[in-house]
């Protein structure tokens, strides 16, 4: 099965940075788009940040300047930079892949269990 594994949330004070890691299994990691998402309590799911596997970017509007993503194919792992974090950031931010499981031929999304992000001071 494909594994989306998210590390690195906690709380952190305003204008402070944090580091979030997605480790993933199960997928063609290298051919994947690989994506962070975050909901904030009674908000929809927003897009954060997308990274192809040719590793073009995009941002929301929201974290453009202040966040980067990236990837690292030789770990299989895509991380989310974050930096001059600010209480809106608040939420429980998903790693999110769209591509390939081994063995099974077709695209699908699949999504991380989500790990907390508090900005407060």
């Known amino acids: 099965q494909v594994q989306l594994m998210e590390s690195g949330g906690g709380l952190v004070q305003p204008g402070g940075s944090l580091r979030l890691s997605c480790a993933a299994s199960g997928i063609i990691f290298s051919a994947a788009t690989m994506g962070w998402y975050r909901q904030a309590p009674g908000k929809e799911r927003e897009l954060v940040a997308t990274?192809?596997?040719?590793?073009?970017?995009d941002y929301a509007d929201s974290v453009k300047g202040r966040f980067i993503i990236s990837r690292d194919n030789a770990e299989n792992t895509v991380y989310l930079q974050m930096n001059s974090l600010k209480p809106e950031d608040t939420a429980v931010y998903y790693c999110?892949?769209?591509?390939?499981?081994?063995?099974?031929?077709?695209?699908?999304?699949?999504w991380g269990q989500g790990t907390q992000v508090t900005v407060s001071s």
């Open positions: 999110n892949a769209n591509g390939r499981r081994r063995n099974y031929r077709g695209n699908r999304n699949y």
């Open positions: 990274i192809t596997s040719g590793s073009s970017t």
